[in-house]
């Protein structure tokens, strides 16, 4: 069942005194995935709140792995286009590809943007990605 009002169950677990900071970091973090993000005061009010400043970053560090920690930050963020895998035969227990999977197979098949990846886009126009292994 889908929690309507995530912040009302959310505030009293931050609150609480007998957890510990960590466990409320995860709850915070439960909460911006929930979500797909936040806005910056509202993270800055809850971290306040909570007294978890020394290990805000923790919180913050996540737009690194391309989750979106802060709202505004998902405009900006230039999502990679994905591969279409519906056809592919797939285990019951393992339906998603992460997107390294992607950015792998276009990387053997010289596909890279060179714009977006520099360094990896420097093959020659003759290789063919029959030394890759």
């Known amino acids: 069942q889908k929690v309507k009002d995530s912040m009302r169950v959310l505030l009293p677990v ?4 007998s957890h510990d900071s960590y466990d409320k970091i995860r709850a ?5 995935f ?7 005061e509202n993270l800055d ?8 400043e020394s290990d ?4 913050r560090n996540w737009k ?10 998902v ?10 895998r519906s056809k592919e035969e797939t285990f019951q227990l393992s339906r998603w590809t992460p ?17 977006d990846w520099p360094y990896c886009s420097r093959c020659p126009p003759t290789w063919n990605g029959s030394g890759a292994v």
């Open 14 to 17: 931050l609150l609480n005194k």
């Open 28 to 32: 915070i973090l439960l909460y911006i």
């Open 34 to 40: 929930s979500t797909n993000g936040t806005t910056q």
């Open 45 to 52: 009010k809850l971290i306040q709140n909570v007294q978890i």
């Open 56 to 59: 805000s970053d923790m919180i």
């Open 64 to 73: 690194y792995l391309d989750v979106p920690v802060i709202a505004s930050f």
């Open 75 to 84: 405009a900006q963020q230039h999502k990679y286009p994905r591969r279409d």
């Open 99 to 115: 997107v390294i999977k992607d950015v792998m197979e276009d990387a053997i098949e010289n596909k890279l943007d060179s714009k």
